[in-house]
């Protein structure tokens, strides 16, 4: 069992950050530069994005990316879930398959509980608050 998330994903959150305090659109070398990533990876890191309506794209020579959701509006749970896939597979955390209800794993109850505090506080916080409390540079 991973209780990780991928380097996709925190390019997702950077890009979403610069856009937010930039203000305005930004062609993608700025943004890729910004975020520490290629020119020709960005278009993977923020597709899940326009395809949830948060960032639009404008392609062509004057074009780039904008955000257009408000971040207070969005959740870090939303973000996970839009770059990583669904949160629930319905799998067992040490089977990987789904639990059957007559032979529970040792863990069912306990992972049940677990993953539904974590999921409450993933969705309960926006990506402003998560941004609003993550150390500056230098912290």
């Not at 749970?77 to 529970?104: K, N």
Request: charged share 20%; net charge negative; glycine share 10%.
């Amino acid at each position: 069992m991973r209780l990780e998330l991928t380097k996709r994903l925190d390019l997702a959150f950077r890009a979403m950050g610069f856009l937010n305090d930039n203000g305005s659109a930004a062609d993608g070398r700025s943004i890729a530069a910004a975020i520490g990533t290629s020119a020709h990876y960005l278009p993977q890191v923020v597709k899940p994005l326009i395809d949830a309506g948060w960032i639009s794209s404008t392609p062509g020579p004057g074009g780039g990316y904008d955000l257009v959701a408000d971040l207070n509006d969005v959740s870090v749970l939303d973000i996970i879930e839009s770059v990583e896939g669904p949160t629930d597979t319905g799998r067992c955390v040490l089977r990987g398959a789904p639990c059957p209800t007559q032979e529970e794993c040792a863990l069912h109850s306990s992972w049940v509980v677990a993953r539904s505090a974590l999921l409450t506080e993933l969705e309960a916080t926006s990506v402003q608050a998560a941004f609003a409390q993550a150390p500056t540079k230098g912290e």
